[in-house]
């Protein structure tokens, strides 16, 4: 194992957003086996150390990778087309209208129904944007088309973060 591997390479797994999760549990749990500190107890704590280091290696890999959202924008990120979602908050006008839309609704919004509804529209774009997303890094190799549907993603999930505070405080 090399510690400057990307993810995929530490995985033998291709370099594409399209995974399969049970392949990715499965090589983690494998992975963690090699690298367990207790397989090297024998070599002293030198080893332990380094193996506890591949381990924290193999943790960060397995939850960039079996997360979608965070597996495209390591893609792009790989692939010359950074995110850079704190300073790149630029967004298509139909995509600003449908969040201000979304945005009164849940303010408007006093029942369970009504945020059930919301986080339905919310569910169903997140489904269309993860599919727009696996066409432009899977099958055009368009990174920067596919780091702006990530960018508008990473804001719907916040939103969608907010829309379950609201169902706390009904």
């Known amino acids: 194992m090399n ?13 594409q957003f399209s995974q399969d999760r049970s392949v990715l549990d499965a090589k983690w749990k494998d992975l963690q086996r090699e690298a367990h500190p207790d397989q090297f107890a024998a070599q002293g704590a030198a080893a332990q150390r380094i193996a506890m280091q591949w381990s924290v290696r193999i943790n960060e890999a397995h939850n960039r990778l079996k997360d979608p959202l965070k597996r495209a924008a ?6 010359g087309a950074p995110i850079n ?3 790149n908050t630029s ?6 209208m449908m969040q201000i839309e979304w945005r ?7 029942t369970s129904e009504e945020l059930e509804e919301i986080e339905h529209r919310a569910a169903n774009y997140k489904l269309d944007q993860l599919s727009k997303i696996e066409q432009f890094i899977d099958d055009k190799h ?3 088309a596919a780091a702006n549907e990530v960018r508008a993603l990473m804001f719907v999930a916040r939103f969608v973060g907010e829309i379950e505070a609201r169902f706390d405080k009904i």
Do not use: W
């Open 3 to 15: 510690l400057q591997s990307t993810d995929f390479e530490l995985f033998e797994i291709p370099a």
């Open 142 to 144: 368009d990174y920067a």
């Open 104 to 110: 009164e609704a849940l303010e408007d919004a006093k």
């Open 74 to 79: 390591y893609l792009c990120e790989l692939n």
């Open 91 to 96: 967004m298509p006008p139909a995509f600003m």
């Open 85 to 87: 979602a704190h300073t």
